[in-house]
């Protein structure tokens, strides 16, 4: 079971929701240093991430964001802040 599960449906459309998750997927690499692919499909697409203690992905379609993360040891220690990190920045993406 991941440590952190999180959804979020939008009106977006496929598209703007794709760039969006590549703008975040960028943003996260910079900040916390986690490798990232974008694999784009043709009614969803998949961003993976790993790095620095965290291992997961984040599902897009267009109506819903849904990120799944598994979290390292040291990382568990600071779940809360990471999730609600990551709660503020699907906010702000979705705003």
């Not at 900040?31 to 965290?54: H, I, M």
């Amino acid at each position: 079971m991941p440590d952190i599960q999180i959804s979020r449906n939008h009106s977006l459309g496929l598209a703007a929701a794709r760039a969006h998750a590549k703008r975040w997927g960028e943003k996260a690499a910079e900040k916390f240093g986690v490798q990232c692919e974008y694999d784009a499909g043709e009614t969803q697409d998949l961003l993976r991430f790993s790095g620095n203690g965290v291992d997961g992905q984040l599902r897009v379609t267009a109506s819903a964001l849904e990120l799944v993360a598994e979290l390292g040891f040291l990382a568990a220690m600071f779940k809360d802040s990471i999730e609600a990190k990551i709660n503020a920045q699907f906010d702000a993406l979705l705003a």
